[in-house]
């Protein structure tokens, strides 16, 4: 009779050493959710510097090869160029690490990886979101200091042309 017992206890043990963290699971997802909300971010930098880029294109040769303001317009139409190609890359690392942790998350959920494994693989992908965020944020403070000297410079260019 005792042996009847004996799978059902196997597996109730077995079933109790499962080592899925609940606490780390909510907080992959909190974590996943928070970086999800970087994206519309860098989306919206990304158009705000084609907007200006924009702007910039359509200069007059006038400002362009001016004496006085060429050198700072061609300074920061560089700038703004070189801040729109990070900003891109920045936002290719966010969609791949929402991806990642996208996967991990279900991939934990549906116990496909052992804890270990998970936090091993969380530790990179947050590290990482951490990184792209924190990018994103000096890169929209590089944008407002660029766009505020473009502003600068054109009010002064149109002051010294209007003399």
Known sequence: MKLKFFPLAIFLFLLGCDDHDAALLEKMKTDFSEATQNLPDTENLQKQLTDLQTLMNAAP????????????????????????????????????????????????????ISTADAKIEYETAGSGLVEAAGGLRQAEQEFDVLSTEYAKMMASWRAEIEK
Do not use: H, P, V, W
């Open 61 to 112: 040769d006038e400002l362009r090869n001016s004496q006085n303001f060429g050198a700072t317009f061609s300074e920061l139409s560089s700038k703004i160029g070189g801040l729109g190609m990070k900003t891109t890359a920045m936002q290719s690392q966010l969609l791949d690490m929402d991806e990642r942790m996208a996967a991990l998350i279900s991939n934990y959920e549906s116990k496909k």
